[in-house]
């Protein structure tokens, strides 16, 4: 069983790996850019989606 993975972008320019990932008990919860912050998805219920930011070499180096 391979988990399809689905690349998503956000309107900022970051990417994201989504996957999906079923659970035993109900979840509801959301997931926001963490870069801007808009809200990318929102779930309720046993399979919810799994976010990885994908890093991207182009992007230019911030520092905090
Ligand atoms: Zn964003």
């Given at each position: 069983m391979t988990p399809e993975t689905t690349i998503i972008s956000c309107a900022c320019g970051v990417q994201y790996e989504r996957q999906e990932r079923a659970i035993a008990i109900k979840d509801i919860g959301l997931?926001?850019?963490?870069e801007c912050g808009?809200?990318?998805e929102i779930w309720s219920g046993r399979v919810v989606p799994v976010f990885k930011r994908i890093?991207?070499?182009a992007a230019p180096k911030?520092?905090?």
């Open positions: 997931f926001e850019c963490v808009a809200r990318m890093k991207s070499d911030r520092s905090a």
